[in-house]
């Protein structure tokens, strides 16, 4: 029977990477989004490409939204294999100023839409008996810049729910982990109607002891590796995917 795999975020970016790349891996792939334009483009190239797959436009803050995504891809495909909690939101702004709704809302989508997500699909892998959950969190849970508060707090919290749930849900023979990038530059990954060319400096390159920005590529391979069998031992960790950024002390 054909795995599938389940992406918030799934359109444009990381997460559009992410859809492709189970695609690629033959599985069938059910993109959440709340940009349709983007989301119907993403699924065209897939099936385009001859793979499988389908779009919802959902807000993953809404439980009930986020149900009846996780019930029709259940009626429609059988089961669910993967789910990859992608979909983010930022609203930075100066700490003493940000408005409470506007940190509400990046922890709605960023934190307790993940966990809908997760709680909904686990429930489809608990009957199963098997499936694999990762979790987009940052290296902004990790390090920050000013007026970040909402995103890394977000992010932060992601990780504690990624071992959290590891451990609820390894009973069931679900595992959990979490992916933590870097700088991921993602601006040729949008829809075509705003899809750029990066341009990178050498000062941003040379940021990276690998010596280059980090691409939604990067990102997804790890996703794949993760909720493949041969990371089978792995559950509740957080690799860093940033091209050695964050281990770099920078004097400037």
Not at 77 to 84: F, G, I, N, P
Request: hydrophobic letters at 45%; proline letters at 2%.
């Amino acid at each position: 029977m054909q795995k599938v795999a389940a992406v918030t975020g799934g359109a444009q970016g990381i997460g559009k990477a992410v859809a492709l790349g189970f695609a690629r891996r033959g599985y069938a792939v059910a993109i959440a989004d709340t940009d349709s334009e983007a989301g119907l483009e993403a699924v065209d190239g897939i099936v385009r490409a001859g793979g499988a797959a389908a779009f919802q436009r959902v807000d993953v803050s809404k439980e009930e939204q986020v149900h009846n995504w996780i019930v029709g891809i259940a009626n429609e495909w059988k089961r669910v294999d993967v789910l990859v909690n992608n979909a983010g939101i930022s609203r930075n702004g100066s700490m003493l100023e940000l408005p409470l709704a506007q940190f509400d809302e990046v922890i709605g989508v960023n934190l307790r839409g993940a966990f809908v997500c997760a709680q909904q699909a686990a429930a489809v892998m608990k009957r199963q008996g098997s499936g694999a959950i990762v979790n987009m969190s940052s290296t902004r849970a990790l390090m920050s810049e000013a007026d970040t508060e909402a995103y890394s707090a977000s992010k932060g919290g992601l990780l504690a729910l990624t071992h959290a749930m590891a451990v609820s849900l390894g009973p069931y023979g679900i595992r959990v982990n979490a992916i933590s990038p870097g700088w991921i530059e993602t601006a040729d990954w949008q829809k075509s109607s705003q899809r750029q060319t990066p341009v990178h400096s050498d000062r941003d390159k040379l940021q990276h002891p690998i010596g280059r920005v980090g691409t939604p590529e990067d990102a997804a391979a790890a996703c794949l590796y993760l909720c493949g069998d041969e990371a089978g031992f792995i559950t509740g960790q957080n690799l860093v995917i940033d091209g050695g950024m964050t281990v770099k002390m920078i004097y400037e």
